[in-house]
C-alpha cells in the first residue's frame, strides 16, 4: 500500500464520513473541506469552503467551489460527487434563507441547483436521495447534527411528523416515507416508553432499490437502544432486520447482505428490551453497568457479543466474521471489485497509545491485513472534536482516503491499492 497523496501540512482539510467515495470516477480530482480552526464544534456563525484538489497535478493546489453553513466534523456537510456519471456534478448541505438545504453545482460551470430538503444519502444514479430532519437531529447528536436553525420546538422525546422523505433530485419533489410514530408501535418495547427517539445513518445499497436506517432512542435509566430496518425506496416493504440494541457501523456488501459491527441476540440483550429490568433489576448495577457500555470496552463487547456480523436482508441470518476484530468497531466498505475484501479502521484511545489503524480484510481467506498506523492528537480523541479515519473507496476500488489529525492539524491521506493483494 501506497500514500499517493496528502493535503498540504499548514492548512486544515477534511472530508468527513465513510461510503462514498472522495474521488471522482477517473481518479483526477480528490473533493475536500478547509477550515480555519479544528478546536470546537462549528456553530451559526461558522462555515467550511468546499473544493478539491488535482491529482493530475504535481502542485497542491485547491480549487475552490463554493462554501457551506452546514457541517460537522464527523459528517462533513454531505459532500459527495452526483451520479450517474460522478465527474462534474457534486452535491452538499447548506443553509439558505434561514432553511437546510442541499445544493447541486457543478465544479466547471459553478451553476448551482437548490434543493429543499439537505441530503443524507444519494442513490447511485443520482436520482433520489434519502433525508431526515436536521432541526430535529440537532438535539439528539450534537456531533452528527448541523448549527445554525434552533428550533425549540422539536427539542423533544418524541416529535410529531418526524421521520425519513423521499427527495426527487429532478423535481425537487419531496414526500415522507417513514414516519417515527409508526415506528414506535411496530413491535413495541417497553425501554421505548419515555425514551428520546431519533433517526439516522441512512443507506441505500448499490442498486438503489432499498435503504438501510437506525431507530435509535435514549432510554431516561441510561444507554442506547438501536435498531437496524431495511425498507424499499419508496418506503414499503419494511422489515426489522436487527433488534439486538447495539448497532455500530455497518455497510452494503451486496444489494442483499449488509455487514455491520453489532451485537448478536442473546440473554442480555434481550432483557435490555425490558425496562423495569433495566430500572429495578440492575439498578444497584447501574453505574458499573453504564460504565461498561458507554466506555465499549472488551468486557462489554464479550458480554453482548459485539462483532462484525453479516446479515441477509429479509432473513433472520447471522454469521459472524473477522474474529480478529470482534474487539474493535470500525467504518467498514468493500472493494467493488472485490466483495470478499473490505475496509475498515480503528478509533484511536488512550488504550492504544492514541493510533488509528486503517486496515484490510479478506473474508474468503481470512487475512487481515495493516495499511497503516496513524498516530491521532490526544487532546481530541473521544471527544465530539475527534478525527475518525472514516475510510473511503474510489469508485474502481484502486484509492483508499481517510481523515486524519497528526500534530494539530487535520489532513486528508490517500493510498493506492496494490490490486496483487487482493
Same mark, same amino acid.
Given at each position: 500500500?501506497?500514500?499517493?497523496?496528502?493535503?498540504?501540512?499548514?492548512?486544515?482539510? #477534511?472530508?468527513?464520513?465513510?461510503?462514498?467515495?472522495?474521488?471522482?470516477?477517473?481518479?483526477?480530482?480528490? /473533493?475536500?473541506?478547509? =477550515?480555519? $480552526?479544528?478546536?470546537?464544534?462549528?456553530?451559526?456563525?461558522? #462555515?467550511?469552503?468546499?473544493?478539491? #484538489?488535482?491529482?493530475?497535478?504535481?502542485?497542491?493546489?485547491?480549487?475552490?467551489?463554493?462554501?457551506?453553513?452546514?457541517?460537522?466534523?464527523?459528517?462533513?456537510?454531505? /459532500?459527495?460527487?452526483?451520479?450517474?456519471?460522478?465527474?462534474?456534478?457534486?452535491?452538499?448541505?447548506?443553509?439558505?434563507?434561514?432553511?437546510?438545504?442541499?445544493?447541486?453545482? %457543478?465544479?466547471?460551470?459553478?451553476?448551482?441547483?437548490?434543493?429543499?430538503?439537505?441530503?443524507?444519502?444519494?442513490?447511485?444514479?443520482?436520482?433520489?436521495?434519502?433525508?431526515?430532519?436536521?432541526? +430535529?437531529?440537532?438535539?439528539? +447528536?450534537?456531533?452528527?447534527?448541523?448549527?445554525?436553525? !434552533?428550533?425549540?420546538? &422539536?427539542?423533544?422525546?418524541?416529535?410529531?411528523?418526524?421521520?425519513?422523505?423521499?427527495?426527487?433530485?429532478?423535481?425537487?419533489?419531496?414526500?415522507?416515507?417513514?414516519?417515527?410514530?409508526?415506528?414506535?408501535?411496530? +413491535?413495541?418495547?417497553?425501554?421505548?416508553?419515555?425514551?428520546?427517539?431519533?433517526?439516522?445513518?441512512?443507506?441505500?445499497?448499490?442498486?438503489? %432499490?432499498?435503504?438501510?436506517?437506525?431507530?435509535?432512542?435514549?432510554?431516561?435509566?441510561?444507554?442506547?437502544?438501536?435498531?437496524?430496518?431495511?425498507?424499499?425506496?419508496?418506503?414499503?416493504?419494511?422489515?426489522?432486520?436487527?433488534?439486538?440494541?447495539?448497532?455500530?457501523?455497518?455497510?452494503?456488501?451486496? %444489494? @442483499?447482505?449488509?455487514?455491520?459491527?453489532?451485537?448478536?441476540?442473546?440473554?442480555?440483550?434481550?432483557?435490555?428490551?425490558?425496562?423495569? $429490568?433495566?430500572?429495578?433489576?440492575?439498578?444497584?448495577?447501574?453505574?458499573?453497568?453504564?460504565?461498561?457500555?458507554?466506555?465499549?470496552?472488551?468486557?462489554?463487547?464479550?458480554?453482548?457479543?459485539?462483532?462484525?456480523?453479516? @446479515? =441477509?436482508?429479509?432473513?433472520?441470518?447471522?454469521?459472524?466474521?473477522?474474529?480478529?476484530?470482534?474487539?474493535?468497531?470500525?467504518?467498514?466498505?468493500?472493494?467493488?471489485?472485490?466483495?470478499?475484501?473490505?475496509?475498515?479502521? =480503528?478509533?484511536?484511545? &488512550?488504550?492504544?497509545?492514541?493510533?488509528?489503524?486503517?486496515?484490510?480484510?479478506? /473474508?474468503?481467506? !481470512?487475512?487481515?491485513?495493516?495499511?497503516?498506523?496513524?498516530?491521532?492528537?490526544?487532546?481530541?480523541?473521544?471527544?465530539?472534536?475527534?478525527?475518525?479515519?472514516?475510510?473511503?473507496?474510489?469508485?474502481?476500488?484502486?484509492?483508499?482516503?481517510?481523515?486524519?489529525?497528526?500534530?494539530?492539524?487535520? +489532513?486528508?491521506?490517500?493510498?493506492?491499492?496494490?490490486?496483487?493483494? /487482493?
Amino acid at each position: 500500500m501506497k500514500l499517493f497523496f496528502s493535503t498540504p501540512k499548514n492548512e486544515h482539510f #477534511f472530508f468527513g464520513y465513510y461510503g462514498k467515495s472522495q474521488l471522482n470516477k477517473n481518479n483526477t480530482k480528490i /473533493l475536500c473541506l478547509k =477550515t480555519t $480552526f479544528i478546536n470546537k464544534l462549528p456553530d451559526e456563525n461558522d #462555515f467550511v469552503e468546499i473544493g478539491y #484538489f488535482n491529482l493530475s497535478s504535481n502542485k497542491k493546489k485547491f480549487f475552490h467551489i463554493a462554501y457551506s453553513k452546514t457541517f460537522n466534523w464527523q459528517q462533513g456537510c454531505m /459532500l459527495q460527487w452526483l451520479g450517474p456519471d460522478f465527474k462534474d456534478n457534486v452535491i452538499y448541505n447548506d443553509i439558505i434563507d434561514n432553511k437546510f438545504c442541499s445544493v447541486i453545482i %457543478n465544479i466547471l460551470t459553478k451553476k448551482k441547483s437548490i434543493l429543499p430538503l439537505p441530503v443524507y444519502d444519494v442513490n447511485s444514479l443520482g436520482t433520489q436521495a434519502i433525508c431526515i430532519d436536521h432541526e +430535529r437531529h440537532f438535539f439528539c +447528536r450534537r456531533g452528527y447534527s448541523y448549527a445554525g436553525i !434552533n428550533n425549540n420546538l &422539536k427539542n423533544n422525546k418524541v416529535v410529531q411528523n418526524d421521520g425519513i422523505w423521499s427527495l426527487n433530485i429532478q423535481s425537487k419533489k419531496y414526500h415522507q416515507i417513514i414516519n417515527i410514530e409508526n415506528l414506535l408501535k411496530f +413491535r413495541p418495547l417497553s425501554n421505548m416508553n419515555n425514551a428520546t427517539h431519533y433517526l439516522e445513518h441512512l443507506m441505500f445499497n448499490p442498486k438503489g %432499490n432499498r435503504f438501510c436506517f437506525l431507530h435509535r432512542w435514549k432510554m431516561p435509566e441510561g444507554g442506547i437502544y438501536s435498531r437496524l430496518y431495511t425498507v424499499k425506496s419508496d418506503g414499503s416493504e419494511l422489515y426489522l432486520l436487527l433488534d439486538s440494541g447495539r448497532m455500530g457501523h455497518f455497510c452494503w456488501r451486496t %444489494n @442483499l447482505e449488509i455487514l455491520a459491527y453489532a451485537g448478536v441476540p442473546n440473554q442480555l440483550n434481550k432483557l435490555r428490551k425490558n425496562k423495569k $429490568f433495566i430500572k429495578f433489576l440492575f439498578k444497584p448495577l447501574l453505574p458499573i453497568f453504564h460504565f461498561l457500555f458507554k466506555d465499549n470496552s472488551a468486557v462489554s463487547k464479550l458480554i453482548t457479543g459485539d462483532s462484525y456480523i453479516i @446479515l =441477509t436482508d429479509k432473513s433472520k441470518k447471522i454469521k459472524k466474521v473477522a474474529l480478529e476484530l470482534k474487539f474493535e468497531d470500525g467504518h467498514p466498505s468493500f472493494l467493488p471489485q472485490n466483495k470478499n475484501v473490505f475496509i475498515t479502521d =480503528t478509533y484511536p484511545k &488512550k488504550n492504544n497509545n492514541h493510533e488509528a489503524k486503517l486496515m484490510m480484510y479478506n /473474508l474468503d481467506t !481470512n487475512t487481515l491485513q495493516l495499511i497503516d498506523k496513524i498516530k491521532s492528537n490526544e487532546f481530541y480523541n473521544e471527544t465530539a472534536l475527534r478525527c475518525d479515519l472514516h475510510p473511503k473507496v474510489s469508485f474502481d476500488g484502486k484509492f483508499i482516503s481517510i481523515d486524519t489529525l497528526e500534530k494539530n492539524v487535520r +489532513r486528508v491521506n490517500l493510498y493506492k491499492i496494490n490490486q496483487n493483494l /487482493l
